[in-house]
């Protein structure tokens, strides 16, 4: 595992504007949160976290990123703690030491790449090393993993006759019931929401990755589990889910962006809730037109 860097200072983050609500030409504003629970605003290039202390993770990240300006440069690597929070708040180096959890990404490394310059993409990319930016996910890379990384650009290609600008939204989803682990407790599903501009109107997409284990597997799981040590997780399985779903799954105010959504519920033959999610095998599988 990769040492952490040298701690920041929050005098170096000072100018960072982070997520440019206005980027898409049409206002899609950083969510908020229909929860009682406090949370604290970050600010980095190209994103921004809504974070929430009392689970050491973050709630929502939103990034705007521009397709026609990324840029393939070096993984730093790099894993820091955020300055401008107290390190006892952030799911920091303890919680991945000596076990099989990765440090994954909220905002995706490549995705944040962009830039004028080679160096505003570079230090983009460095950006994404900060704790607040990760959560523990199973080290498996599979099918559905490589799916979940692949979305962003596979929706990017499909709307690369309207617009090459993507507003992403994505977090972890932070349920009371999530395992317990080193402190902290470990989230088993992950959102993502994928907004951009075809023809001339706003459009988005929504996605949950799932790392829970099978329901036969889970049982035999738990009980095989040293006290103490990291819960079991089953690998990933990624679906397409309707926008609104991921609001009511998460608290996160996305009534915009519902009624913009590109699956609606008689494309599946279901209504809402999770009889309406589509498990994605393959990129075939995503629905991108209304």
Do not use: C
């Not at 200072?9 to 982070?18: F, I, P, Y």
């Not at 994103?47 to 070096?74: E, H, I, K, N, W």
């Amino acid at each position: 595992m990769t040492d952490v860097a040298a701690p920041s200072t929050a005098h170096e983050l000072d100018d960072r504007a982070g997520y440019d609500p206005a980027f898409l030409g049409v206002d899609v504003p950083m969510p908020t949160l229909d929860t009682p629970e406090p949370t604290v605003g970050l600010r980095y290039l190209h994103y921004s976290v809504l974070f929430r202390p009392d689970r050491r993770f973050a709630a929502v990240t939103a990034l705007a990123m521009d397709g026609a300006r990324l840029r393939q440069v070096d993984r730093t690597d790099d894993w820091r703690l955020d300055p401008r929070l107290a390190a006892e708040l952030q799911a920091g180096p303890p919680v991945y030491a000596d076990n099989d959890l990765d440090r994954g990404h909220l905002v995706m490394r490549a995705s944040s790449a962009w830039g004028d310059t080679d160096e505003e993409a570079r230090q983009a990319e460095a950006d994404t090393f900060y704790f607040p930016n990760a959560a523990p996910q199973n080290k498996l890379f599979n099918q559905g993993r490589e799916l979940w990384l692949g979305l962003e650009e596979y929706v990017q290609e499909h709307a690369d006759a309207f617009d090459r600008k993507f507003v992403v939204l994505a977090g972890p989803v932070l349920d009371p019931a999530d395992p317990p682990y080193r402190g902290i407790q470990v989230p088993l599903r992950f959102w993502k929401v994928v907004a951009f501009v075809q023809d001339g109107a706003l459009a988005a997409t929504g996605y949950v990755l799932d790392q829970t284990p099978l329901l036969d597997d889970l049982g035999a799981a738990l009980e095989e589990a040293v006290p103490g040590a990291a819960p079991p997780l089953g690998p990933f399985r990624t679906f397409q889910v309707p926008v609104a779903d991921i609001g009511t799954l998460t608290g996160v105010l996305l009534d915009q962006l519902a009624v913009a959504d590109l699956m609606q519920p008689a494309l599946t033959g279901a209504g809402p809730g999770p009889g309406a999610w589509v498990e994605l095998r393959s990129f075939d599988d995503v629905v991108l037109t209304g």
